[in-house]
Nanobody
Framework: QVQLVESGGGVVQAGGSLRLSCATS?????????MGWFRQAPGKEREFVAA???????ALTDSVKGRFTVSRDNAKNTMYLQMNSLKPEDTGVYYC????????????????????WGQGTQVTVSS
C-alpha cells in the first residue's frame, strides 16, 4: 500500500509563503509515479492545483501561476509545493496524490486519475 504524508501547512498572513512537502513510501519506484497537488476549501469540491512528471515537467492551475511552484526530488521520494504571495482564497486543505496507472510522463489533472492520496495539511491565509 502506497502511503503519502503531507507536511508544511500552517497559518500565514496574506502575502506570506509556505512550502508543502509530500513524502511517499514507494521507494525506488518513485520515478514511476506521476504526482499532483489538490486543495479543498470549506464547502467546495477538491480542485486541482499542480502536477509534476518524473522529469519535473509540471502544470499549475491558472489561479496560482506566478505564485506557486511544484517540484519533486526523486532521490528523496518527495514532492514539494512552494507557495508565495499567498491570498485568503488559497485557504484550504492541501492533498498530495500519486498514480502510475497512466505512466510517469503525463500531467494528471483529474481527481479520478489518481490512485493514492495523503491525509491533507491545512493552509490558512489570513487577510
Amino acid at each position: 500500500q502506497v502511503q503519502l504524508v503531507e507536511s508544511g501547512g500552517g497559518v500565514v498572513q496574506a502575502g506570506g509563503s509556505l512550502r508543502l512537502s509530500c513524502a511517499t513510501s514507494v521507494g525506488r519506484t518513485f520515478v514511476d509515479y506521476a504526482m499532483g497537488w489538490f486543495r479543498q476549501a470549506p464547502g467546495k469540491e477538491r480542485e486541482f492545483v499542480a502536477a509534476v512528471t518524473w522529469t519535473g515537467i509540471n502544470a499549475l492551475t491558472d489561479s496560482v501561476k506566478g505564485r506557486f511552484t511544484v517540484s519533486r526530488d526523486n532521490a528523496k521520494n518527495t514532492m514539494y509545493l512552494q507557495m508565495n504571495s499567498l491570498k485568503p482564497e488559497d485557504t484550504g486543505v492541501y492533498y498530495c496524490a500519486t498514480s502510475r496507472r497512466y505512466g510517469r510522463d503525463l500531467l494528471l489533472r483529474a481527481r479520478e486519475d489518481y490512485e493514492y492520496w495523503g491525509q491533507g495539511t491545512q493552509v490558512t491565509v489570513s487577510s
